[in-house]
């Protein structure tokens, strides 16, 4: 069993910055991406960052240049700093990882809230 334990959300203004954690555990095999999703009321799930074991990383169009996904192979955790937030970026974010070769699994965190005030 893998377990993704995620911290980091909460409330903050227009224009502040937050810094998501994810720490992955358990029966941890064959990492081949982790990243961030994130769904508001209303909405679909939509993809927000992800980072490979090699560190190729891949953004949706609304955050590039303002969110930075990293990671440290070392202790199975990646980040997802987030600058200049907008109230649409309100949402719950979810910690995604993917593993496995070559049959891939998807695992989730529980989410955790952000908003963002205007």
């Known amino acids: 069993q893998v377990q993704l334990v995620e911290s980091g959300g909460g409330l903050v203004q227009a224009g502040g910055s937050l810094r998501l954690s994810c720490a992955a555990s358990g029966s941890i095999f064959s990492i081949n991406y982790m990243g961030w999703y994130r769904q508001a009321p209303g909405k679909q799930r939509e993809l927000v960052a992800a980072?490979?074991?090699?560190?190729?990383?891949n953004y949706a169009d609304s955050v590039k240049g303002r969110f930075t996904i990293s990671r440290d192979n070392a202790k199975n955790t990646v980040f997802l700093q987030m600058n200049s937030l907008k109230p649409e970026d309100t949402a719950v974010y979810y910690c995604?990882?993917?593993?496995?070769?070559?049959?891939?699994?998807?695992?989730w965190g529980q989410g955790t809230q952000v908003t963002v005030s205007s």
């Open positions: 995604n990882a993917n593993m496995g070769k070559p049959v891939t699994y998807d695992y």
């Open positions: 980072i490979s074991g090699g560190g190729s990383t």
